[in-house]
């Protein structure tokens, strides 16, 4: 079945640096995929979301990019701030199912 | 900005009770889920409902669960007869298109079962 993980369970970054967030995933029939974010004691905030027929995606100080033949998510968030500490899941979907979680991690941001 | 709505925030109950978890998706969203997330641990997929019916659900959703939409606005989560390990926050989720819609997330009900 599906499975969707991050490399790292924990990420700390300086104010100011540019983070990097990781995700794999095992389903290459996933063709939606999508960052959210959680801060404590809250529901899964949306960030932004790619589809599997593109490569990248930006938004507003954050940047998606999907490498489909290593089945492959990141998240880049420029210039981290103190409030985008938080835990970030990404999750995919194959048409038709359910968006399924991976297990976080968690960016703590120092000033 | 429209938002979904859950009740309660936190529900102590005794083991072996019933619980029904309540929820007010986005007004005009046709799509609703439950998920839920054990301390510490990811957000786990437990059902999705489309038009009245149950459209998809995960293993974790066993005939302990039920869902139901009474009305036009609530989409409520009952767990029959609560186990410890139904300890957890549930979070109730609803979208307006299936499937690449974005899925907006309550603030959740956490339930601890003694």
Not at chain 1, 17 to 25: F, L, R, T
Not at chain 2, 21 to 31: G, T
Not at chain 2, 85 to 107: Q, V
Request: net charge negative; proline share 4%.
């Amino acid at each position: 079945g599906e499975s969707v993980g991050l490399h790292l369970p924990t990420l700390s970054v300086q104010e100011g640096d540019n983070s990097i967030i990781n995700c794999a995933y095992s389903n290459s029939a996933s063709d939606y995929f999508i960052w959210y974010k959680q801060e404590s004691g809250k529901g899964p905030q949306f960030i932004i979301d790619i589809r599997s027929n593109m490569d990248k995606r930006q938004g507003q100080r954050v940047t998606v990019l999907l490498n489909k033949t290593v089945k492959h998510l990141s998240l880049q968030i420029a210039a981290t701030q103190p409030g985008d500490s938080a835990v970030y899941f990404c999750a995919t979907r194959e048409a038709g199912t359910a968006l399924i979680f991976g297990k976080g991690t968690t960016l703590s941001v120092s000033s | 900005e429209p938002e979904v709505t859950q009740t309660p925030s936190h529900q102590v109950t005794q083991m072996g009770q019933e619980v029904i978890l309540r929820c007010v998706p986005i007004s005009n969203h046709l799509y609703f889920y439950w998920y839920r997330q054990i301390l510490g641990q990811k957000v786990e997929f437990l059902v999705s409902f489309y038009n009245n019916e149950i459209s998809e659900k995960s293993e974790i959703f066993d005939d302990q669960f039920s869902v139901e939409r009474p009305d036009g606005s609530n989409f409520t989560l009952k767990i029959r007869s609560t186990k410890l390990e139904d300890s957890a926050m549930y979070f109730c989720a609803s979208s307006e298109t299936r499937p690449t819609g974005e899925l907006f997330f309550g603030e959740g009900s956490r339930l601890t079962v003694l």
